[in-house]
């Protein structure tokens, strides 16, 4: 049993370029770790990344068929393990309910559950051989409902269910999964949302403001680091959604 303090040497973060996923790089580099990031597009984002650390762009779409197996391939041979998976890769745009159509439904699905389940699997050896972490992005929409719509709202309930769930099929391989659910933060998809319907979301607020993207990168490090916690969400929204 892999007892010894959690390790940042060895990261995997998907969707890097996104504005959480670039926040959560750039803190892995700040600390020192190599850090594969796996990008779409828009590989200007990371361009300007900087740290102790090493970046490895790696540009894989996610959602094509194959893709997590892909990724496992591109990982430095040298490499003995991963430390810390990230999966920041996902998204969606603002639609109601009744103009959802079934391929924006199963679009959403898709990127935000398949693929990070998918790239889990994929990796399950080289987080097992250093005793390695997992944290997924959910969504405090996942416990509020959201503005975004069923869509997404459903896709990041199913975010929570799946890290609860690996982290009890993964424990015994040393192996903890948990989750941060952040929302709403200053990305593109809350510049989406219409004046209106984002004052009403800061209204509901206790801090009365957006979070930004590197205050979910250090709750995102704190699970990393933190060696006895798995199958645990952390709501970083301000305190819109208090328990």
Same mark, same amino acid.
């Given at each position: 049993m892999n007892t010894e303090r959690p390790r940042l040497e060895r990261v995997v973060v998907t969707g890097a370029s996104g504005d959480l996923g670039a926040a959560v790089t750039a803190a892995c580099l700040e600390r020192g &770790? &190599? /850090? %594969? @990031?796996q990008y779409r597009s828009r590989k200007d984002r990371l361009a300007g990344l900087g740290g102790p650390g090493e970046l490895l762009p790696v540009r894989i779409d996610l959602s094509e068929d194959g893709a997590a197996r892909a990724l496992a391939a591109s990982l430095p041979p040298e490499w003995e393990g991963i430390d810390l998976l990230v999966n920041c890769v996902g998204g969606a745009r603002p639609v109601g309910f009744t103009e959802l159509t079934d391929e924006e439904? #199963?679009?959403c699905q898709h990127l935000n559950v398949d693929v990070? !389940? !998918? /790239?889990m699997r994929e990796l399950v050896g080289p987080l097992q051989a250093v005793g390695g972490s997992v944290v997924n992005l959910s969504s405090v929409a996942a416990l509020t409902g959201g503005s975004f719509g069923p869509h997404y709202t &459903? &896709?990041?309930s199913a975010v929570i269910g799946l890290t609860r769930s690996a982290a009890r099929s993964l424990g015994p391989r040393g192996i903890r999964v948990n989750c941060v659910a952040p929302g709403p933060v200053a990305s593109a998809m809350t510049d989406a949302l219409d004046d #209106?319907? %984002?004052? @009403?979301l800061l @209204?509901?607020?206790a801090l009365g403001r957006v979070v930004q993207p590197a205050e979910v990168a250090d709750a995102v490090l704190s699970l990393a680091l933190a060696g006895g916690v798995t199958g645990q969400t952390l709501v970083v929204d301000g305190g819109r959604h208090l328990q």
């Open positions: &770790a &190599a /850090v %594969l @990031a439904w #199963r679009r990070p !389940f !998918f /790239v &459903a &896709a990041k #209106r319907t %984002l004052q @009403a @209204a509901g607020t």
